[in-house]
């Protein structure tokens, strides 16, 4: 079989993996536009509402946004809180130092390279730290869960990313992610081969088994040229 795609997950795979405290980034996030004695109210209403919404995406693969949270929380954010945001996220969006390698050897080879993630993010931030990262121009076409009905593990978020770089036959597409239900079992109900970048705070799914597994990006390739 000829690989034609290779689409890849965001978090976790393009960028490395590591562990997050989300309740200490919303603090970091909340202080400078709150009175102290609101910081911890408002940072457990708008976890409340982002442990809601990511729910929802677990149970019924449907979709989210920024907005949606804020929304939920009761949080009426101004510029500079959304822009206190991305800053605070910014250190851990960093693009894999092995990840413009890959994405050239891919090209080399004719294969298209595409983006499927979940996310409550627009799509313009996405493409900042692309840009910002030297991927903007190896990606054919990417897909942000926000800007659609449905998150991974849903079948139509696969098709909506091969679609987005112009494949048709999911047999001819390699998704590549580091989450065993939304990324390999999501990618196989689709049709797609799947390999899989493991880490151990990711629980694994029994019904799971990706076509090949690798520890780092710069293992990929070989994999595709096996293929």
Not at 53 to 61: C, T, V
Not at 129 to 157: N, Q
Not at 181 to 192: E, I, M
Request: net charge negative; hydrophobic share 40%.
């Amino acid at each position: 079989m000829t690989v034609s795609a290779v689409i890849f997950d965001w978090g976790g795979t393009l960028t490395p993996w590591h562990t997050i405290d989300h309740d200490e980034l919303w603090r970091v996030i909340c202080a400078p536009h709150y009175d102290h004695d609101q910081v911890t109210d408002t940072v457990a209403m708008l976890r409340s509402a982002e442990n809601h919404l990511w729910g929802i995406a677990a149970r019924e693969q449907r979709s989210a946004t920024l907005d949606e949270l804020f929304t939920r929380a009761g949080v009426n954010p101004s510029e500079e809180f959304v822009a206190g945001y991305f800053r605070a996220w910014e250190q851990h969006t960093l693009t894999d130092p092995e990840a413009v390698e890959v994405l050239l050897e891919l090209r080399h080879r004719g294969i298209k390279i595409g983006v499927l993630s979940n996310t409550m993010w627009p799509r313009a931030h996405h493409e900042r730290i692309f840009t910002r990262d030297g991927l903007i121009d190896l990606i054919d076409g990417a897909v942000y869960s926000s800007e659609i009905p449905w998150t991974k593990p849903h079948p139509e978020a696969f098709r909506a990313a091969m679609a987005a770089v112009g494949v048709t036959r999911p047999q001819d597409c390699v998704y590549v992610g580091d989450r065993p239900f939304d990324d390999v079992y999501g990618a196989h109900q689709a049709g797609l081969r799947t390999v899989l970048v493991p880490n151990s705070d990711v629980p694994a799914f029994a019904g799971a088994e990706p076509d090949a597994t690798i520890r780092r990006l710069s293992e990929l390739v070989a994999v595709i040229d096996r293929w």
